[in-house]
């Protein structure tokens, strides 16, 4: 991540038990409950007995700024369990041993972390992570199951890789963190118009060949696409994302389809469009593309000037939203020099965007390269401008809008049908 965690939601302002329990992977929790902290969440984190004996409480303190409670038989643990478990928000048990997952399995109540598992009523993500012999044992599986099937807790890996000891190729290492923080995330999100929905989202930018190694592109990071999604996950959307060439951290929770030329994207949004509700056109579409398709063989050089003629690529949004199933919410960007709220809804008009996020280029704080962006949101009838903000804050507030306009198309239809 490239900018510094900073609060937002869903975590902010949160309370988040985070059950650490005896493994190998328990220093890995400290990166956890440090972003979740910088997430804005109040983390309270519980060590069992055999956690301790790998990480201490002092270090938790130090990343939470929050005690630490350890030991149900203090005066302080036994009333905290009741307190912990009525006010958490979400549960979270990261890493789960195979000892700690019989032990929730049977609903016992022998330490801390398990009793204000019986106490929580918020939504429990267990993360287990062991040997990989042990994870495929078949108790251990039937305990797993059973807290997913009967309990209803989520669980989440483990992952296959690495481990301290053993073949490792099978399952058996803790999630990462930052995916754990995902889902988290996820569990936090209350469930909204949005849960359930089919969306597609463009992202990145596009690169037209001219031969083997050389091509025509754009600046764009991909960042804001890519936030777009996961943030739409998080609210329960089944997303795909189309997206040109980047080197960010892939999205958690969404299918992301790679490729590179406008005219590749334009065909995988063709195939999608009629089964997506939502679609977001993110991407930084080459609006021309060399007119000779690539040579195969790179062009030497060969003492003589190079022109390249350039034809025009097809416009993916336009093409596509008369596509979008009924009911549809179309949502595009319009990066602009000037006249940005006339330019906007002129796109807006022109291509059928329900939303077009305005963004002024060359500005300090907006557009391709930055972490943040000042965009301004633009429908038919009104234009909101927003302050600076982080690109993935951007994206939640771009998300109540959709979730808005949703809302507004679902009201229209039970009164038309009424
Ligand atoms: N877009 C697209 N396909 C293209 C060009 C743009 O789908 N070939 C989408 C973008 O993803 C964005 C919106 O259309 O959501 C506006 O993109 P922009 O480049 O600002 O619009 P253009 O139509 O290319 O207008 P101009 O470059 O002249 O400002």
């Known amino acids: 991540m490239s900018t510094p965690d900073s ?14 329990t005896g493994g190998i992977a328990a220093y890995k929790s ?17 060590l069992t007995r055999a956690a301790e004996r790998f990480v201490t409480p002092l270090t938790f303190e130090g990343v939470t700024g929050r005690a630490v409670l350890t030991d149900l038989f203090s005066v302080e643990g036994a009333a905290r369990h009741i307190l912990l478990g009525r006010e958490a ?4 048990v990261a890493p789960a041993t195979a000892d700690f997952l019989a032990r929730a399995a049977q609903g ?6 398990t009793t204000t598992l019986l106490v929580a009523r918020a939504p429990v993500l267990l993360c287990p992570a062991m040997n990989d012999r042990m994870w495929a044992h078949p108790q251990v599986q039937a305990n797993a199951d059973h807290c997913r099937a009967a309990l209803g807790y989520e669980l989440l890996g483990p992952d296959t890789g690495p481990l301290a000891v053993g073949e490792a ?22 469930a909204g118009p949005l849960d359930g929905v089919p969306l597609l989202v463009t992202s990145g930018p596009t690169r037209e060949a001219l031969d083997p190694v050389r091509y025509l592109g754009n600046r764009s990071s991909g960042r ?6 996961e943030a739409a996950w998080r609210r329960g959307a089944r997303v795909t994302v189309v997206s040109g060439p980047t080197n960010r951290p ?9 490729l590179e030329s406008a005219r590749e994207m334009a065909r995988e949004v063709e195939a999608r469009i009629g089964q997506v509700r939502v679609a977001i056109f993110a991407a930084a579409v080459a609006d021309y593309r060399p007119a000779l398709e690539p040579t195969s063989n790179k062009r030497k050089r060969d003492g003589n000037d190079w022109t390249v003629e350039f034809v025009q690529n097809p416009d993916i949004a336009a093409t596509a939203i008369p596509g979008l199933a009924d009911g549809g919410v179309a949502v595009g960007f319009a990066l602009e020099t000037e006249d940005l709220v006339d330019h906007a809804r002129e796109k807006l008009r022109r291509k059928g965007f329900d939303l077009v996020v305005a963004n002024p280029a060359n500005e300090e704080g907006a557009g391709f390269e930055a972490p943040t962006n000042r965009v301004t949101l633009v429908t038919e009838g009104e234009a909101e401008a927003l302050p600076t903000l982080p690109k993935e804050e951007v994206a939640e507030r771009i998300l109540d809008r959709v979730e808005g306009l949703l809302e507004a198309r679902a009201h229209a239809d039970s009164a038309a049908d009424s």
Do not use: K, Q, Y
């Open 7 to 20: 609060p937002r939601p869903p975590w902010d302002g949160r309370r988040i038990v985070l059950g650490v």
């Open 30 to 46: 400290i990166h956890l409950a440090r972003r979740l902290t910088r997430l804005g969440a109040e983390v309270d984190v519980v």
């Open 89 to 92: 928000d979400a549960v979270c």
């Open 108 to 113: 016992r109540a022998d330490d801390l972390l």
């Open 169 to 190: 190729d099978g399952p058996g290492r803790l999630v990462e963190p930052d995916v754990v923080v995902d889902h988290l995330g996820r569990l936090l999100s209350p």
């Open 224 to 229: 804001m696409g890519f936030a777009l999604a």
């Open 250 to 258: 892939e999205p958690t929770g969404v299918e992301v389809v790679r």
